[in-house]
């Protein structure tokens, strides 16, 4: 308003900027402070129940103790897998999707699911390779639990399978005995066969046996061909 002198106005001008340099140092001063105010907070990446806490009010945190154990073990059941080795001569056979069944025994509970991830090396010790699968959140499933997983490799439909123990090996190969009706009576017969997978006590038969041929399951041991079967 043309009051007071240019040399006044240049003071004042002056001060203002000196006051809004003040107010940017004292502003870079609280973000310094609210950033190392940070580093003493700690934060988990991942939300549950801090099971395990190894640390005391005044020690120095680092996460890990110097015994190679966790300082604070954060626990969330909500999304659990089970991670298991699979020899690597069933490379071809298991891939992500394969169907898997899970059996916690110490629970007494069996859950189905599927291979969500394989591993992409070998393990140079057991020469074998990482295969996990994702289990559904269950109340008395925990962390480190044994499991026993059992992974589809192999699939044929209309298979025809023994117990292992009636299959029998001679100079001419592999076969088992089965019963077949004559006149009214029985005789014991050798069929020669070409075996496929196994799978328990059960033994896949590729060829020599048809459906409805009768299997001899007990006493086979001592029958050769043609005998006369008595059942009683």
Same mark, same amino acid.
């Given at each position: 308003q043309n009051i007071g002198t240019e040399v006044q106005l240049l003071q004042a001008k002056s001060n203002s900027e000196g006051l809004e340099n003040q107010l940017k140092t004292m502003q870079e001063? %609280?973000? #310094?402070?609210?950033?190392?105010?940070? +580093? *003493?907070n700690i934060y988990s990446n991942v939300n549950g129940v801090a099971d395990d806490v190894?640390?005391? %009010? /005044?020690? #120095?945190? @680092?996460? %890990? *103790?110097?015994? /190679?154990t966790p300082q604070i073990k954060i626990v969330n059941n @909500?999304? +659990?897998? %089970?991670v298991a080795t699979i020899p690597e001569n069933y490379l071809n056979q298991v891939k992500a999707g394969t169907d898997v069944i899970v059996q916690i025994p110490d629970i007494n509970r069996t859950f189905n699911s599927k291979v969500s991830f394989v591993g992409s090396a070998i393990d140079v010790n057991n020469r074998g390779f990482i295969v996990e699968a994702k289990l559904p959140a269950y109340a008395n499933l925990k962390p480190n639990q044994i499991a026993q997983v059992k992974i589809k490799d192999y699939e044929a439909a209309s298979a025809l399978a023994v117990p292992v123990a009636t299959l029998q090996n001679d100079e001419k190969g592999k076969f088992v005995m089965v019963a077949s009706s004559q006149k009214g009576k029985l005789y014991a017969h050798k069929r020669m066969v070409n075996i496929g *997978? +196994?799978? /328990?006590n059960m033994l896949e038969i590729k060829t020599g046996l048809q459906k409805g041929d009768t299997l001899i399951t007990e006493g086979f041991q001592s029958l050769y061909e043609g005998q006369l079967i008595s059942t009683e």
């Amino acid at each position: 308003q043309n009051i007071g002198t240019e040399v006044q106005l240049l003071q004042a001008k002056s001060n203002s900027e000196g006051l809004e340099n003040q107010l940017k140092t004292m502003q870079e001063n %609280v973000k #310094t402070a609210q950033e190392q105010l940070n +580093l *003493s907070n700690i934060y988990s990446n991942v939300n549950g129940v801090a099971d395990d806490v190894n640390i005391r %009010v /005044g020690e #120095t945190f @680092s996460g %890990v *103790s110097p015994q /190679g154990t966790p300082q604070i073990k954060i626990v969330n059941n @909500s999304a +659990l897998k %089970v991670v298991a080795t699979i020899p690597e001569n069933y490379l071809n056979q298991v891939k992500a999707g394969t169907d898997v069944i899970v059996q916690i025994p110490d629970i007494n509970r069996t859950f189905n699911s599927k291979v969500s991830f394989v591993g992409s090396a070998i393990d140079v010790n057991n020469r074998g390779f990482i295969v996990e699968a994702k289990l559904p959140a269950y109340a008395n499933l925990k962390p480190n639990q044994i499991a026993q997983v059992k992974i589809k490799d192999y699939e044929a439909a209309s298979a025809l399978a023994v117990p292992v123990a009636t299959l029998q090996n001679d100079e001419k190969g592999k076969f088992v005995m089965v019963a077949s009706s004559q006149k009214g009576k029985l005789y014991a017969h050798k069929r020669m066969v070409n075996i496929g *997978s +196994l799978n /328990g006590n059960m033994l896949e038969i590729k060829t020599g046996l048809q459906k409805g041929d009768t299997l001899i399951t007990e006493g086979f041991q001592s029958l050769y061909e043609g005998q006369l079967i008595s059942t009683e």
